[in-house]
Antibody, heavy 116, light 107 residues
Framework: QVQLQESGPGLVKPSETLSLTCSVS?????????WGWIRQPPGKGLEWIGS???????YYNPSLKSRVTISVDTSKNQFSLKLSSVTAADTAVYYC?????????WGQGTLVTVSS | AIQLTQSPSSLSASVGDRVTITCRAS??????LAWYQQKPGKAPKVLIY???SLERGVPSRFSGSGSGTDFTLTISSLQPEDFATYYC?????????FGQGTKLEIK
C-alpha cells in the first residue's frame, strides 16, 4: 500500500521560507509517476502547486513559480517543497501527492501557518 | 491556465436522490478530467479519472461523463456518506487546475 507523509514546521514567519518533506512508502519514486504538492487555505478550495518526476523534471504553477522549488531524493524515497518569501496568504494545509492522470494517493496534509 | 467552473457551488439533496454536478473547462481538455470527494479534515479521494473511468473501490453509484469542455459527475442514489464537497481537476496541461468545489448538503 502506497503511503505518503508530510513533515516540516507548522509555523513559519512572514518573509521566510516554508520547507516541507514528503516521505513515500510502499512504492519507489524511482519506478515512475509524478509526485506533487497541493495546498488548501482554511475553508477554501484546492490549489495545485507543482510536480516532479524521479528524473528531476519539474512543473510549477505560474502563480507561484518564482517562489517554488520542488526537489526529489530517490535515495531516501522523499521529495520536498520550498516556498520562499511567504505571507499570510500562504497559510494552508499542504498535501503531498502522487499524480499523473489523477491524484490517487495523498498525504494526510499538514497545516502551515504563516505568522510572526 | 485552464479555468474549471463547477456548478452549482452548493446543493441540497436527500438520501436516495439522483444528483448531477457539472464542470466546464475554459478550453478543450479532451478527457483529461478527474473528480474528487473531500470530507472535512480529510484529504480528497479520487472517484473518477479520464472523465469516465471509475477508480477501483469506488461505488458504482458514482459515474462521470463528458469530453472537450463539458463534464458531469452523477451520483445515482445518494447515500448518507456522500454528503461532502466535490472537486474536478484537469490533467490536460500544466498547471493542473481545480474547480472551485461543490458542497453537497443534506436537505
Amino acid at each position: 500500500q502506497v503511503q505518503l507523509q508530510e513533515s516540516g514546521p507548522g509555523l513559519v514567519k512572514p518573509s521566510e521560507t516554508l520547507s516541507l518533506t514528503c516521505s513515500v512508502s510502499g512504492y519507489s519514486i524511482s519506478s515512475g509517476y509524478y509526485w506533487g504538492w497541493i495546498r488548501q487555505p482554511p475553508g477554501k478550495g484546492l490549489e495545485w502547486i507543482g510536480s516532479i518526476y524521479h528524473s528531476g523534471s519539474t512543473y510549477y504553477n505560474p502563480s507561484l513559480k518564482s517562489r517554488v522549488t520542488i526537489s526529489v531524493d530517490t535515495s531516501k524515497n522523499q521529495f520536498s517543497l520550498k516556498l520562499s518569501s511567504v505571507t499570510a496568504a500562504d497559510t494552508a494545509v499542504y498535501y503531498c501527492a502522487r499524480d499523473q492522470n489523477r491524484v490517487d494517493y495523498w498525504g494526510q496534509g499538514t497545516l502551515v501557518t504563516v505568522s510572526s | 491556465a485552464i479555468q474549471l467552473t463547477q456548478s452549482p457551488s452548493s446543493l441540497s439533496a436527500s438520501v436516495g436522490d439522483r444528483v448531477t454536478i457539472t464542470c466546464r473547462a475554459s478550453q478543450g481538455i479532451s478527457s483529461a478530467l478527474a473528480w474528487y470527494q473531500q470530507k472535512p479534515g480529510k484529504a480528497p479521494k479520487v472517484l473518477i479519472y479520464d472523465a469516465s473511468s471509475l477508480e477501483r473501490g469506488v461505488p458504482s453509484r458514482f459515474s462521470g461523463s463528458g469530453s472537450g469542455t463539458d463534464f458531469t459527475l452523477t451520483i445515482s442514489s445518494l447515500q448518507p456518506e456522500d454528503f461532502a464537497t466535490y472537486y474536478c481537476q484537469q490533467f490536460n496541461s500544466y498547471p493542473y487546475t481545480f474547480g472551485q468545489g461543490t458542497k453537497l448538503e443534506i436537505k
